[in-house]
């Protein structure tokens, strides 16, 4: 189809309200938040004198539901952004997908939009166990749309629509050509000279799926042997709200090519690792940017701060990345380490489904996929 725009679906339990949704994913810039924008179609005589309601809340979990005991919570969930959508009491223009949605369903569908404040966290999960069936850890989001007399009451389910988004960050459209390098050295206790390790990667920012090129040069002044090598990518994940802070390996590779590397000799080497999600399916606590279930789960990407801020000023979950190469000199002589730090995020499209597409008429050509399958694993595009 020509112009055509997928559009995300899904409907309340009684079929008496259906939430449009022209993306999932809202992008943080570190200076703005695109906003949750959307289209609800309701049934007028259902409503009977009340109104709709739409409202976007973030869920921390930093504990399993299980170890909720004597009162001990370890979630936390807040509202970050509501909107009456009808009758409507804000005034806002409405997109273009919004506008042929409404052209397309009729007079009893509603645009909403609503502005999600830029302090609010990125959205990370953490990986549960093989046999973990409590929810997921982490920074969730979700858009709730209900009917009711007032914000404040507690929707049922029947008659209302929940949906699973996420706040997403993108690299900057253009990449840093920097290459990060790092030297360390190591001396022994009762021998001279040092074993020196220089590091360098050929760019600072790689995109998911991405592989890392690590450039090893070791130069071996002292009188230890260097018996292996390896190299990993190293994911640093940081929760804020309980202060903790814990690594997992999200690709290795340990070479003995090239070794021993005996006293005076020197190395060169270069090292391919790919970080992938799908690779560390059985790892625990791994983070990612949505469930492992969904066809478009990745690691969790890099965290992005405002330029003048750092990331200790970030909420939620934190998260970057280091290439860690050690140098194995046996039970004797221990081990050299050195830390490169790198970021791994998705690359800013120059696009998105709600900008720039069917401007012109044309209100027929939408594609509606239905959104309980999508996260079911069941795309399945429905017109």
Known sequence: ?????KVFKKTAPNGKITVYLGRRDFVDNTVSTEP??????????????????????VTYRHGREEDEVMGLQ????????????????????????????????????????????QSAPASVQLQPGEEDASKPLG???????????????????????????RKVQYAPLERNKRQPSTLVSKGFTLSSGKLNLEVTLDKELFYHGEQVQANLNVNNGSK?????????????????????????????????EGCPITPGANLNKVFTLTPLA?????????????????????????TVVASGKN????????????????????????ELVADLP????????????????????ADDNIVFEDFARLRRGMSVDQN
């Not at 209900?146 to 988004?165: Q, T």
């Not at 469930?291 to 478009?296: E, I, N, V």
């Open 1 to 5: 189809m020509v112009n055509a725009v």
């Open 36 to 57: 949750v924008d959307g289209v609800v179609l309701v049934d007028n005589d259902y409503l009977r004198g009340r109104k709709v309601y739409a409202a976007v809340t």
């Open 74 to 117: 370890f979630s936390k969930e807040l509202v970050i952004a509501s909107q009456q959508i009808y009758p409507s009491t804000d005034k806002f223009e409405v997109t273009a997908v919004q506008d042929r949605l409404i052209k397309k369903l009729g007079g009893n569908a509603y645009p909403f939009v609503m502005n999600i404040p």
């Open 139 to 165: 920074v969730i989001y979700d858009l709730k749309v209900f009917v009711g007399d007032n914000s404040d009451e507690k929707p049922h389910k029947r008659n209302s629509v929940n949906l699973a988004v």
């Open 224 to 256: 230890k042997t260097v018996k292996n090598i390896k190299c990993a990518i190293i994911q640093h994940v940081e929760v804020t709200m309980t202060n903790s802070h814990f690594t997992r390996e999200v690709a290795s590779l340990e070479s003995k």
């Open 278 to 302: 799908s690779s560390n399916k059985t790892k625990y606590g791994i983070a990612l940017d949505g469930k492992l279930k969904d066809g478009d789960a990745n690691l969790a990407s890099s």
């Open 311 to 334: 990331n200790s000023e970030a909420g939620g979950i934190v998260i970057s990345y280091s290439c860690r190469v050690k140098l194995n000199c046996g039970a004797l002589g221990g």
């Open 342 to 361: 790198c970021k791994i995020m998705h690359p800013n499209p120059s696009s998105g489904p709600m900008k720039g597409q069917g401007q012109e008429g």
